[in-house]
């Protein structure tokens, strides 16, 4: 057998390679009983560290190294619900760094596995608090060492919303051939929803950016905050969204199992994200959406929600 004798860098690509550029399906069985409205989903999961969060993390350590906040001597340190956290995880374990992540205990132990195996370190935080206690911890550490960290602060960093403005935005405008005339994106930092949203605008100013997030401060959809009980990021912009709609974590749970059905193994705020486009279509006519699915289920399966019976019927997509 011949033995390749040149291997270049660009033939075997880094990991970090393969952020970005997500595929974007139709999720037809959703669009019966509508008025000529198409659904699309942009698949976030198919990124190398498993959700949305890789673009916005590798975008926030680029930009740190760039400029030389970030060296090889700190620790990168940060608050997540789990997902920022494995995109830490998975570009420090490439590049050399160590990373250091304050996470509520209540986490699902899938998160917690992922982040050991790719060798960060957790600090566990009170599930009472949610991610506002995981953030308050991350700022207590940094300030008590701060040469000794590199810290992001995903909810108040420019990279964040800028990694979507950059590349999931002009995807999306891409993949659609420009036909889109809807985005709705859930709220956890805002990142995902501020940098699409931001980019749509300026490429069209009528298109209609939804916002979603939960019901109530206590809620089961990992990776979104309720924005009228929770800490505001410093990186949202209130004035982008045309209109903002609620979800109920049972709403999401049941989503998703219907996704399941369909042949789409999402995550909760996947579900999420489409009972708010559902919503929104049943109200239209002729129209395009486009949102975003941040994970998979693979995360959620130890969950409560694949327990529940669905009504005859309501199994079906
Ligand atoms: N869904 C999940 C599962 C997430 O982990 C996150 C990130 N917190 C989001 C949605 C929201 O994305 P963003 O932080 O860009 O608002």
């Not at 057998?1 to 970090?16: C, E, G, N, Q, Y």
């Not at 960093?157 to 979507?164: G, K, L, Y």
Request: net charge negative.
């Amino acid at each position: 057998m011949s033995v390749p004798t040149v291997v270049t860098r660009d033939a075997h690509p880094s990991v970090l390679n393969l952020i970005g550029q997500t595929p974007l399906v139709r999720l037809q069985p959703f669009e019966r009983g509508l008025n000529g409205v198409e659904l699309y989903a942009k698949l976030e999961w198919q990124n190398p560290g498993g959700s949305v969060k890789d673009r916005a993390a590798a975008r926030m350590i680029a930009d740190a190294e760039a400029d030389g906040r970030l060296t090889r001597d700190r620790i990168i340190l940060d608050a997540t619900s789990g997902n920022t956290g494995i995109a830490y995880a998975m570009i420090g374990a490439a590049c050399g760094y160590r990373v250091r992540v304050c996470l509520p205990s209540n986490a699902s132990p899938e998160r917690r596995r992922i982040l050991a195996a790719y060798g960060a370190e957790v600090v566990l935080t009170s599930p009472l608090e949610g991610t506002d206690g995981a953030i308050r911890e991350a700022q207590r550490l940094y300030a008590a060492d701060p040469d000794r960290y590199f810290y992001p602060d995903q909810y108040n960093n420019p990279s964040n919303w800028r990694a979507h403005f950059d590349t999931t935005g002009p995807e999306i405008i891409q993949q659609t051939g420009g036909r889109l005339t809807h985005f709705v994106a859930g709220l956890g930092t805002t990142g995902t929803f501020v940098g699409v949203g931001r980019r749509l605008r300026e490429w069209n100013p009528r298109v209609q950016l939804i916002s979603m997030q939960p019901d109530r401060p206590f809620h089961g959809l990992e990776g979104l905050k309720h924005l009228e009980t929770a800490m505001v990021p410093g990186i949202y912009d209130p004035t982008l969204a045309d209109r903002n709609v609620h979800v109920a974590t049972e709403e999401a749970y049941r989503m998703v199992r219907r996704l399941a059905r369909a042949g789409v193994l999402a995550g909760i705020s996947s579900g999420a994200a489409l009972a708010a486009c559902v919503m929104i279509a049943r109200e239209l006519r002729d129209a395009v959406i486009v949102t975003i699915f941040p994970d998979s289920a693979d995360k959620y399966l130890h969950d409560r929600l694949w327990d529940e019976e669905d009504e005859p019927g309501q199994g079906e997509p």
